[in-house]
């Protein structure tokens, strides 16, 4: 509820809220002598009572884990509510109608939450009534469809609301709630034609409770057909002050304890698979109700898996492996971390919902898709790697340049080098190649090994390409073998030239292991990861151009050289080597034209 409890009714609720009353809900207590009672903790495992009230007092203590507290930390223990969820509780056990502070959001001053509770509690049973009725079929026959019996459905208190304007409206003001009472719970709502209205007709009805199992608003599927329905499939309650959707979790007051417990929880998609995840032995997962889930989810969820001061257990989302799921995967490396490295995903290959999956296959089904859950970060690498065909080193070079980024936005360091690691088996690529590009992504781009080079010359930036595509793709290099031996001219990349030449096969780690010198060495790893420069896919008809390119400057190069030799010499004098020399020349200038017209792709 909205605003603060005052602080005379906290002290009244707790005055007037015996421990040992509340503690008897729970626990067995024995006299213990000198006043005292005791019983089994319920926050350890323990075969003989260390737990003790005191009830003159107000306290418990258990000598076995050191917990201890008032009757208010008692129940925010061990229900895992908020202080003020547990006072309204507490006063809703003891029929007292609290006052809040000023300056709060107003419910107005007829209202409280336990006239809300009551409302949506009362319809909920006449709701669960409905479905037991002739009227019904076609609801219960739904269910049936999906897998779930008569006691599926009496254990999650699934109801149907009938196919009339205002029966469960006159049902409830038959119970003696007023208008204000019965719009403002979202039960009901003003009709075109004046008056009040229910709210969902003829769907089937989950009521959903808040963590405590008080119910606070209902999900309705819809059963009509959409031209008799034009509403949404799901239509969720309205925000409620006692409904709030983004703090709300369906199934919560089921799993809250096997949560807990097991530290772990699972995040379906809705009513039905939780139902179906619960019956399978999933009894740990829950769903959001008509949106996504958010920071007051994560803010529950903590408060339920957190120990003492750290967060410990898994987080496990099962997504149908399609572009929506992958695309949420991907925001894991811009949120919050801290939460996401506890998170798991667990996808169904075949796109089924628990739902459909029990169905199909069975309880075990269920319960193994939550097993092969895997890491968050595991799962978004993988989706980004599955858009490359990676049995090409093509594909492998392009799948590592996009996916080296994401591993630098780990902020735990520590899981980085996991990562890396992984990724490499995961790509059929080196280590030091992936940790390079790993390292090189977070780095900005000045930080070159071979910063010497002038990457504004045409020259160099060729030359680098096509040292590229020889560590890259070494398949693809075909032209390799018939560089001039002055093809490259920046020292550097002449010296790596010679090294690959010099390997009787091509290897990148043999290179690595080979190569002497720190610049040539991370010259290697860095022209390795460095995505070559093209606008579309890197083709075999861009490798012949660049590869022709390159001669073609090498060539020219060479030309000019001959030339000048030959303005040296005297073709009267040498003849002999004249003629030889510029037999050459003619030689060359063919090549030339060769390689230029390969470069142009007009051949
Ligand atoms: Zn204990």
Same mark, same amino acid.
């Given at each position: 509820?909205?605003?603060r ?18 503690v008897?809900d ?7 002598g000198?006043?005292?009672?005791k019983?089994l ?5 323990e075969?003989?009572?260390s737990f ?6 107000g306290?418990f ?10 009757v ?11 202080f ?6 507490? +006063?809703d ?8 502070e000023a300056?709060?959001?107003s419910?107005g ?7 809300l509770?009551a ?6 049973n ?16 739904f ?6 019996d008569r ?6 208190n ?33 009709g075109s034609?004046?008056?009040m ?6 769907r089937l009805?989950w ?14 599927r819809?059963?009509?057909s ?13 925000e409620?002050?006692?409904y ?22 699972v995040?379906?998609e809705?009513?039905t ?13 829950v ?19 957190m120990?003492a ?19 949420a995967?991907l925001?894991a ?12 995903? +667990? ?6 919902d ?13 319960r ?6 895997v ?10 790697? +599955?858009n ?12 590592l340049?996009?996916v ?14 996991e ?11 080196e ?15 000045? +930080? ?11 020259v160099?930036?060729?030359e ?9 793709l070494?398949t ?11 093809a490259f ?6 010296e790596?030239?010679?090294l ?9 780690q043999d ?15 860095e ?14 008809r ?14 020219s190069?060479?030309?000019?050289e001959?030339k000048?030799t ?5 073709p ?18 063919a090549?030339?034209r ?9 051949s």
């Amino acid at each position: 509820m909205a605003g603060r409890i005052k602080d005379e009714d906290v002290t009244y609720i707790r005055d007037h809220s015996p421990i040992d009353d509340v503690v008897a809900d729970y626990v067995q207590l024995k006299n213990a002598g000198g006043g005292q009672k005791k019983g089994l903790c319920p926050f350890h495992d323990e075969k003989s009572p260390s737990f003790h009230v005191t009830p003159s007092k107000g306290y418990f203590h258990c000598f076995g884990c050191q917990v201890g507290g008032d009757v208010i930390a008692f129940i925010m223990k061990l229900e895992h509510l908020t202080f003020t969820e547990t006072v309204e509780r507490l +006063a809703d056990r003891i029929g007292y109608t609290l006052r809040y502070e000023a300056g709060g959001v107003s419910t107005g001053p007829s209202i409280n939450r336990s006239r809300l509770v009551a409302a949506n509690t009362a319809a909920s049973n006449f709701y669960q009534e409905q479905l037991q009725l002739p009227a019904a079929q076609h609801g219960r026959d739904f269910l049936t469809k999906r897998g779930f019996d008569r006691d599926a459905a009496k254990n999650f208190n699934v109801g149907y609301a009938p196919d009339e304007w205002d029966g469960l409206y006159k049902e409830l003001k038959g119970k003696g709630f007023t208008d204000e009472e019965l719009n403002l719970a979202g039960l009901v709502k003003e009709g075109s034609k004046g008056g009040m209205i229910d709210r969902y007709r003829n769907r089937l009805i989950w009521p959903v409770k808040d963590i405590s199992g008080d119910v606070v608003g209902f999900g309705a599927r819809k059963l009509a057909s959409d031209e008799v329905d034009t509403g949404p499939k799901y239509l969720n309650s309205p925000e409620t002050p006692v409904y709030k959707k983004n703090a709300i979790l369906y199934g919560l007051d089921m799993a809250k304890k096997e949560i807990a417990k097991s530290r772990q929880v699972v995040i379906v998609e809705g009513y039905t698979d939780v139902m179906a995840a619960h019956l399978a032995g999933v009894t740990t997962a829950v769903a959001t109700c008509g949106t996504a889930f958010g920071d007051e989810h994560i803010r529950i969820i903590r408060r339920l898996l957190m120990d003492a001061d750290a967060f410990r257990g898994e987080v496990i989302f099962t997504f149908d492996g399609d572009a929506a799921g992958q695309k949420a995967a991907l925001r894991a490396f811009e949120d919050d971390q801290k939460f996401v490295a506890q998170t798991f995903v +667990a996808v169904e290959p075949n796109g089924m919902d628990p739902c459909e999956l029990r169905q199909a296959h069975g309880d075990d089904a269920v319960r193994n898709l939550v097993a092969r859950r895997v890491p968050l970060f595991e799962f978004a690498i993988k989706s980004v790697i +599955a858009n490359y065909d990676i049995t090409a080193a093509e594909g492998r070079v392009n799948a590592l340049n996009q996916v080296a980024p994401l591993i630098g936005r780990i902020r735990d360091a520590s899981l980085r080098p996991e990562y890396v690691r992984l990724l490499a088996g995961w790509l059929g690529m080196e280590v030091d190649i992936v940790s390079t590009a790993v390292k090189r992504s977070g780095k900005p781009a000045d +930080a070159q090994s071979d910063k010497r080079v002038n990457l504004t010359d045409p020259v160099m930036v060729l030359e680098r390409e096509v040292l590229k595509v020889k560590l890259q793709l070494p398949t693809m290099a075909h032209s390799w073998v018939d560089l001039e031996p002055a093809a490259f001219s920046f020292p550097l990349y002449a010296e790596l030239r010679t090294l690959i030449d010099n390997q009787k096969e091509f290897s990148t780690q043999d290179l690595l292991e080979k190569c002497e010198g720190e610049d040539l060495k991370s010259l290697i790893t860095e022209l390795t990861v460095e995505p070559i420069r093209t606008d579309g896919e890197v083709s075999d008809r861009y490798i012949t151009s660049i590869f022709a390119r390159l001669r073609e400057v090498a060539l020219s190069r060479s030309i000019a050289e001959i030339k000048s030799t030959l303005q040296r010499l005297n073709p009267v004098e040498n003849d002999a080597q004249y003629q030889e020399i510029f037999g050459q020349l003619v030689g060359m200038e063919a090549a030339r034209r060769v390689q230029k017209e390969l470069a142009l792709g007009e051949s």
